[in-house]
């Protein structure tokens, strides 16, 4: 279950990002490159040994910045009003690659808290339920 989540979940960040660089691209053809290469140096230089899940934080919540940024400045132009449906698009499926990673890290992964999809997923149904506590201390 859990490769299943991070299949999805980088495919809608993935294509969140693409919809902003495509609708940034159409209207700003000519600093495109820049900017691409301005956000990977910036990467490279941030990259440092420290735990997987707050790179993924600090990097999502910089490319969501960014993305907001390409899609507003680009997207009311005259020209480009048409797009506004992959705006829409584009936060919805980074929310959706947000929320997938969320589960994968609190359920799923391999140094959390369980040790079998079968116990990850009675626990996430008995707290859609409002019931906090698991039928058994046992979670494997």
């Known amino acids: 279950m859990g490769i299943f989540l991070q299949f999805f979940w980088h495919l809608c960040m993935i294509t969140s990002r693409v919809f902003a660089l495509a609708i940034f691209a159409s209207a700003y053809p000519t600093i495109i490159?820049?900017?691409?290469?301005?956000?990977?140096?910036?990467?490279?230089?941030?990259?440092?040994?420290?735990?997987?899940?707050?790179?993924?934080?600090?990097?999502?919540?910089?490319?969501?910045?960014?993305?907001t940024v390409m899609m507003f400045s680009s997207v009311w132009l005259p020209q480009h009003m048409e797009f506004s449906y992959f705006v829409i698009s584009s936060y919805g499926l980074f929310f959706i690659g947000i929320l997938l990673m969320w589960i994968y890290y609190r359920w799923f992964h391999p140094t959390g808290r369980f040790t079998s999809t079968y116990n990850a997923i009675k626990y996430m149904a008995f707290i859609s339920r409002g019931s906090r506590a698991m039928v058994s201390n046992d979670y494997d």
């Not at 290469?37 to 910045?65: A, N, Q, S």
């Open 33 to 67: 490159i820049p900017v691409c290469l301005v956000h990977w140096v910036i990467m490279f230089i941030w990259l440092r040994d420290e735990p997987t899940r707050g790179k993924y934080w600090f990097f999502y919540l910089v490319c969501f910045v960014e993305n």
